[in-house]
């Protein structure tokens, strides 16, 4: 089996072994069946082969760890060094767990055990993503409430996680649809609102009528929603938006203390998101109407080679700067393009756009420049208005020649001329420019910024990518926003005789006067609701529960917001529950906050780079302000794990018919072998293809360290060989610093490798190296390491058992083989001396046949020595 090859550490630490774990071994390389738990017997003084009885090991040691409360995390001892260890918690779906989950949970999981075993006090929870639209979806498409298929599946997937073996303390487990949980999630908006923070503002979404709710740009492909393929349109609504823009700075700043510690690649995509850009306003009046069109341009050196203006589709002056004769033009063109997503429209490579007839003065020429409409701008970045330069913007470019616009050429090579054949994008010398032709780029652009300032059309600005968080889903299955509004009646009507929950009034709700819920009267929770299915109200369905949404309060009329949270709410908080989830009084202590955070560990798909990460790290830094917690960033230490594809290469999903369900693995060969096999598979970083005929590999290796434990437990060989010895304290080394950095594959290598040198010793195994190699496997495959441990004498478990030890100076060989070369080709090998110096390696040189071959007749010109490297001779 190749793909297990190419992963094993064959020479580690002069190490050279066959690793693989499809060797087979005379007494050892038993099949896997359930036999009852029993040692091997004695035959003719070699133990028999035994298989590994998986199945009745991992329920006796599961039953153990949940009777004993084994991982439940300790009370803080500060004398210790801690250890949060953190998943990124599941999205309990219908589907329950595919072999692609445990991946990550794994590899956390080992961390923790292994950081308990080297005298850390750990935190290692789990909890449930438990509201969202896909649960809501599958309750309406069974006619069943979300909450009780929701229950159920985490019912499917708490069974799944316990039959793996993973060492969570269960005491905290949460779902952010509990209602305690509800309540101080709700806790927190308000605090975002009183610090201004959380704000209502009408903004053009995404709004999906079949759906009943408003999707983000990620989840508009082609017009279409990703989920169901309905139709999406362009409107205004009225939302919630959080302000995370003015915690733009922060967030860019904070990375900076993240470098090292989280994946490039997430730190590169945070940035791009937030996307700082340090450059200039510049104002173009309109021609024909009192108003005035506002650009931001990172270049203004550019200016002289504006020769159009485009606005976004959605841009306000778009009807008022289009013209009678093209007015049905433009109206037809905004209404094609309001059902294209932001990432549509800036991902497509075709560019539209039409001429509104419209002009604008160049605030520095005075030309007259044409208005376009296009929908490669967008209207929720930057101002909405692009000036466009084509002979230095590629995208412009291609938009004046499909149109047929003029290009002007302001900017060339300070060596040589730009080939107008393309848009010319670098940094250069201005020409065409008027009084600042000859300046440098950078000059220019500092000189036009000024000139702008001091005739007051423009100057110096900074402005982001990020856009304020749109926070309101008009859906069921969500936190309630904790705030309502007044009602209004008509003048002449008397508020207490009116009834809105049972008859149809005359009414306004004010919602420029929202009121927050005392946070006494929390947790706000949701009506039941018989029919909660999404409506083409953007109101939501809420607004259908009348006796929910309106009450009365000292004889005045009241109406509860009917727009709820987004999935991402719960998720972006639930570390700092876990610290404390039963405190009724408060979100979590501060002395626990002190004591655990921040997270140590986060382990999570790299799918979350940007949303997720970026609004926790928001809500994260509000509370940081508001003196919550002590601590500026939430996560300390970061790693994705990669995909697991199915079989046929590609993602596991139901419609590929490629999905692989882990009861299915654990049942056949077991927990521990579904948990080393995709930690064996290759890098954790790495996207690998599930390959079910190559579970049995681990299978096998598992039998063979089991019977070397019992190899050991019987005969009870207390002295061990020098060989045995160092190639021990190898493997101790190896493994410790393989799990330090996450390098699982190699690690398990290792073991391999050490269990393959056990077995040749027969019944003669020596007990330090078995207890040593159940202590190394146990992060890997915790009911062996335990069953194991227990084979060997020992009482309880070995989850808080000193981590081995290994001694530096057994992990260097006093002997070493290297190799000689003549003149750059290889001639042989000597065996010499770690320490030998160049004297003793080149008299053991001459004493190998094939050197003295080369060497005859010739003269030594030059050696050229590496210690415990190589040797080469040069000869003529």
């Given amino acids: 089996m190749p793909s297990f090859k190419k992963n094993c550490v064959t020479n580690f630490g002069g190490i050279s072994e066959n690793c693989s774990p499809f060797r087979q071994h005379s007494i050892y390389s038993a099949t896997s069946t359930n036999s009852d738990v029993s040692s091997p017997e004695i035959q003719d003084g070699v133990p028999k082969a035994t298989s590994y009885p998986f199945a009745q090991v991992e329920t006796k040691w599961q039953a153990y760890w949940e009777e004993n409360n084994t991982f439940k995390t300790p009370v803080r001892d500060t004398s210790k060094p801690k250890k949060y260890v953190l998943d990124m918690f599941p999205y309990p779906s219908g589907a329950g767990l595919h072999v692609g989950h445990p991946e990550g949970y794994t590899a956390s999981d080992i961390m923790a055990r292994y950081w308990r075993m080297t005298g850390h006090d750990v935190l290692h929870p789990i909890g449930w993503d438990s509201f969202g639209l896909p649960a809501e979806q599958y309750a309406v498409q069974t006619g069943t409430q979300p909450g009780v298929t929701t229950k159920k599946n985490i019912a499917t997937f708490k069974r799944q996680l316990k039959s793996l073996g993973f060492s969570y303390d269960w005491d905290r487990e949460l779902a952010t649809t509990d209602t305690n949980y509800v309540k101080w999630t709700q806790w927190i908006f308000l605090q975002l609102y009183k610090e201004g923070l959380a704000e209502q503002s009408e903004v053009s979404v995404n709004w999906c009528p079949a759906l009943g709710t408003v999707l983000s740009n990620e989840e508009v492909i082609n017009g279409l929603s990703e989920r169901g393929d309905h139709p999406v349109t362009r409107l205004p609504l009225r939302q919630w938006l959080l302000r995370i823009t003015k915690y733009a700075d922060r967030l860019e700043a904070g990375l900076g203390d993240l470098q090292g510690q989280w994946p490039a690649g997430t730190l590169t995509s945070q940035q791009q998101w937030i996307g700082k850009s340090t450059g200039c306003e510049i104002v173009f009046d309109a021609e024909s109407i009192d108003e005035s069109v506002k650009v931001f341009t990172t270049r203004p050196d550019t200016v002289m080679g504006v020769t159009y203006v485009t606005l976004a589709p959605e841009h306000p002056l778009v009807s008022s700067m289009t013209t009678p004769e093209q007015k049905e033009t433009v109206d037809s063109y905004v209404k094609k393009t309001s059902s294209r997503s932001d990432m549509d429209r800036t991902s497509s490579k075709e560019k539209t756009g039409v001429f509104t007839g419209g002009y604008v003065t160049h605030p520095l020429s005075g030309d007259r420049v044409p208005v376009w409409v296009g929908d490669y701008v967008l209207g929720s970045y930057g101002t909405g208005a692009v000036m466009a330069v084509p002979g230095h913007d590629t995208r412009d470019f291609e938009f004046a020649q499909k149109f047929d616009l003029g290009i002007k050429w302001v900017v060339k090579p300070k060596d040589g001329e730009s080939d107008e054949e393309v848009a010319f994008t670098e940094p250069g010398v201005v020409m065409n420019s008027g009084d600042f032709d000859g300046l440098s780029t950078d000059e220019c652009k500092k ?237 954790l970083e790495a996207v690998k293809p599930w390959q079910t005929a190559q579970v049995p590999g681990v299978v096998r290796f598992q039998n063979r360290l089991y019977n070397v434990v019992n190899a050991a437990a019987k005969s009870k060989t207390e002295d061990m060989d020098e060989e045995t010895t160092r190639l021990l304290h190898k493997t101790m080394k190896k493994v410790s610093e393989d799990i330090e950095s996450m390098s699982f594959n190699t690690a398990i290598s290792a073991l391999m490798v050490l269990t393959n040198h056990l077995v040749s010793l027969g019944d003669k195994v020596p007990l330090e190296a078995a207890e040593s190699l159940a202590l190394m496997v146990s992060p890997f495959a915790p009911h062996l390491g335990e069953e194991c441990w227990s084979i060997l004498g020992h009482t309880g478990t070995l989850a808080y058992h000193p981590w081995v030890k290994f001694e530096e100076k057994l992990c260097v060989d006093d002997v070493i083989n290297m190799g000689v070369q003549v003149n750059g080709k290889s001639r042989g090998q000597v065996t010499i001396p770690a320490d030998a110096d160049e004297e003793t390696a080149l008299s053991a040189a001459m004493d190998v046949g094939p050197v003295q071959q080369q060497l005859e007749g010739k003269d030594i010109k030059k050696i050229i020595y590496v210690p415990g490297r190589i040797l080469n001779i040069i000869a003529k």
């Fill in 447 to 683: 000189a036009v910024t000024s000139k702008l300032e001091e005739i007051k059309k423009g100057g110096a600005q900074i402005t982001y990518k990020l856009r304020d968080w749109v926070f309101s889903r008009q859906r069921y299955w969500g936190e309630p926003i904790p705030i309502f509004f007044p009602v209004d009646f008509p003048e002449d009507v008397d508020p207490s005789s009116q009834d809105l929950i049972n008859e149809e009034c005359e009414h306004t709700i004010r919602y420029d006067q929202p009121i927050p819920v005392e946070e006494a009267d929390l947790p706000l929770e949701l009506p039941y609701m018989k029919n909660f299915e999404p409506g083409d109200d953007p109101a939501g369905c809420l607004a259908r529960a009348k006796d929910w949404r309106y009450f009365e309060k000292d004889g005045k009329w009241f109406a509860r917001e009917t727009n709820t949270m987004p999935q991402w709410a719960g998720s972006c908080w639930y570390y700092f529950r876990f610290l404390d989830p039963e405190n009724k009084e408060e979100a979590f202590s501060k002395q626990l906050d002190k004591d655990w955070m921040p997270v140590d560990l986060y382990v999570g798909g790299a799918e979350h780079a940007v949303l997720h990460l970026l609004y926790a790290r928001f809500w994260h830094q509000v509370l940081y302000d508001l003196g919550y917690t002590e601590h500026p960033e939430p996560f300390q230490n970061l790693v994705h794990q990669g995909m697991i594809l199915g079989t046929d290469g590609e993602k596991m999903s139901k419609s590929r018919n490629n999905v692989v369900n882990p009861d299915d693995v654990v049942g056949e060969q077991g927990a521990d072998a579904l948990r080393m096999y995709e930690m064996f598979m290759g890098p």
